[in-house]
């Protein structure tokens, strides 16, 4: 296998692990082994650690000697780093929107990614769900024009995605649809108080429904679960 080959391989099997990691096809503390991630996606165990290498540097894994692959959970100091960030980002950018005077254009554009939650949740579709949760907190931060602030928040997407299925999940591992309809009504809240230019409400939606995650999240929340929680 030349170079350029083995290069295509591991970027297969890195986005083939990495997809199964953000989906928890792969749950949190799963051991993957080399042989079968190779069986899996068709290649050699050469490219496998290669990939592997990869995903560890990035945080998804850790590598144990002669074992295989460990699937690390996001910690919890972890997800409230992630969460205090997002919470400065998203609610200094929806302001400065406000401020600008075009809460009325962002709330337009919002509606795309709350269409998107709304068939989702109706769906039971939970990797569409987190995407478009995602989306309409990108499309805020997005929406200021400020392109540090957008790569920085960029930059905790693979973390998002990883906080944000677990905790729609009830107990017996289907969709939760009370936490689904809670969490879309509170994007539509959030959306009317920008299109209504009411900054100190949006703060406080944006700051609540954080706070909301951040609970689920560490287990404090509906149903106690401490895997992960949309926001």
Do not use: W
């Not at 970027?11 to 990495?18: F, P, Q």
């Not at 290669?50 to 959970?73: D, F, H, S």
């Amino acid at each position: 296998m030349d170079a350029t080959a083995s290069r295509s391989a591991a970027d297969r099997v890195h986005a083939h692990v990495r997809d199964g990691i953000l989906t928890r096809r792969y749950p949190d503390n799963t051991l993957l082994s080399e042989g079968g991630l190779a069986l899996e996606t068709s290649v050699s165990r050469t490219p496998v650690r290669e990939a592997l290498l990869r995903l560890e540097a990035e945080g998804m894994i850790t590598l144990l000697p002669k074992r295989g692959a460990l699937v690390q959970p996001v910690s919890a100091q972890e997800a409230r780093d992630v969460l205090a960030t997002r919470r400065l980002v998203e609610v200094h950018c929806a302001l400065a929107v406000i401020a600008a005077g075009r809460g009325a254009d962002l709330a337009r554009s919002l509606q795309v990614p709350l269409a998107a939650l709304r068939k989702a949740a109706a769906d039971g579709d939970m990797t569409a769900y987190v995407t478009a949760d995602r989306d309409f907190h990108a499309t805020v931060v997005a929406a200021d024009g400020n392109m540090i602030l957008q790569r920085l928040y960029g930059s905790l997407r693979d973390r998002q995605l990883r906080m944000g299925t677990a905790n729609l999940l009830d107990r017996s591992g289907r969709p939760d649809e009370t936490r689904l309809a809670s969490t879309c009504a509170d994007h539509e809240a959030i959306a009317a108080a920008i299109g209504a230019g009411d900054a100190d409400l949006t703060r406080r939606l944006t700051v609540e429904h954080l706070a909301t995650a951040e609970r689920r999240l560490l287990g404090a929340g509906a149903g106690g679960s401490a895997a992960g929680g949309a926001a």
